[in-house]
């Protein structure tokens, strides 16, 4: 059972925009910062989006991320079928002391 | 280019034991907390152990008490004693440093893993 809640799937046709919500509590998403990865298959996962809203050199700005109170979410624009991979959100849990992840959405492009 | 290569992985008994190394380049070794993340077979990520660059050591809950953490600064390698393996420990373990070096931080790079299997 994750810490962070996410839809399991999520889709769209190409050039739709698709938004992944990740649901927290005030001691990991709500006093920390949210970051995002992504997991295509038979990879290891590859940041995404750092810092609630901040894209790492060379990600595309069709990925965006917002945070608001414990919950964040992760907008893919113009949705292109090299987007079909795992999302997963994390963020530091200050109760556990440790990291924790969402539970992943996977999302396909129809 | 941060490189993140892990080793040691394999077939292990239940209440077998195993090590696993990670050897990291392209940043200041030392200068940064480094993790341990783990992916069971078709499942999500979860975060196993986090060592700052001054040695001190987190674990979640499901490892405590059977996995050490450790790292060489000199040699730029992480380390990961498991011990007391049991079944639900199979999975692809990741090396990873934390964004920024911070130890609160979540990863920012990983490596391509490495497979451990808990099986009789």
């Known amino acids: 059972q994750s810490v962070l809640t996410q839809p399991p799937s999520a889709s769209g046709t190409p050039g739709q925009r698709v938004t992944i919500s990740c649901s927290g509590s005030?001691?990991?998403?709500?006093?920390?910062?949210v970051y995002w990865y992504q997991q295509l298959p038979g990879t290891a996962p590859k940041l995404l989006i750092y810092r609630n809203n901040q894209r790492p050199s060379g990600v595309p700005d069709r990925f965006s991320g917002s945070k608001s109170g414990t919950s964040a979410s992760l907008a893919i624009s113009g949705l292109r079928s090299e987007d079909e991979a795992d999302y997963y959100c994390a963020a530091w849990d200050d109760s556990l002391s440790g990291q924790v992840f969402g539970s992943g959405t996977k999302v396909t492009v129809l | 280019e941060v490189q993140l290569l892990e080793s040691g992985g394999g077939l292990v008994q239940p209440g077998g034991s195993l090590r696993l190394s990670c050897a990291a380049s392209?940043?200041?070794?030392?200068?940064?907390?480094m993790s341990w993340v783990r992916q069971a077979p078709g499942k999500g990520l979860e975060w196993v152990s986090t060592?700052?660059?001054?040695?001190?050591?987190d674990y979640a809950d499901s490892v405590k008490g059977r996995f050490t953490i450790s790292r060489d600064n000199s040699k730029n390698t992480l380390f990961l004693q498991m011990n007391s393996l049991r079944a639900e420990d199979t999975a692809v373990y990741y090396c990873v440093n934390t964004f920024g070096g911070v130890i609160v931080n979540p990863p920012d790079n990983w490596g391509q893993g490495t497979l451990v299997t808990v099986s009789s």
């Open positions: 005030s001691s990991n998403i709500g006093s920390n910062y």
């Open positions: 392209g940043f200041t070794f030392s200068s940064y907390a």
């Open positions: 060592i700052s660059g001054g040695g001190s050591t």
